[in-house]
Nanobody, 124 residues
Framework: QVQLVESGGGLVQAGGSLRLSCAAS????????MGWYRQAPGKQRELVAI??????????DSVKGRFTISSISGDNAKRMVYLQMNTLKSEDTAVYYCYSLYYTSAYGAHLDAWGQGTLVTVSS
């Protein structure tokens, strides 16, 4: 069982900043990638940013230059991913979900895990 626990959401004024955190724990042999998706009311879930175990990151065009994703893998098998969000806009308002693609063994199939979501509200 793998758990992704997010924190850091909240209410912020337009132009402000927030930092989201996500901790992955459980039966993880290795992580291929971790990242963030978001879902605004009435819209489909979309990729915000993702980073691979090799350090390659990818961003949605709408957040490039404003958001930064980073991750760490601790010796205690606690993996973290962060999303620093600057110059927030009202259109960034959404529930943000942590995501991970991971392996439970050296030769096992990859699996997906999702967090429960954290709400980010940007007031104009």
């Amino acid at each position: 069982q793998v758990q992704l626990v997010e924190s850091g959401g909240g209410l912020v004024q337009a132009g402000g900043s927030l930092r989201l955190s996500c901790a992955a724990s459980g039966s993880i042999f290795s992580i291929n990638r971790m990242g963030w998706y978001r879902q605004a009311p009435g819209k489909q879930r979309e990729l915000v940013a993702i980073v691979t175990s090799g350090g390659i990151s990818n961003y949605a065009d709408s957040v490039k230059g404003r958001f930064t994703i980073s991750s760490i893998s601790g010796d205690n098998a606690k993996r973290m991913v962060y999303l620093q969000m600057n110059t927030l806009k009202s259109e960034d308002t959404a529930v943000y979900y942590c995501y991970s693609l991971y392996y439970t063994s050296a030769y096992g199939a990859h699996l997906d895990a999702w967090g429960q979501g954290t709400l980010v509200t940007v007031s104009s």
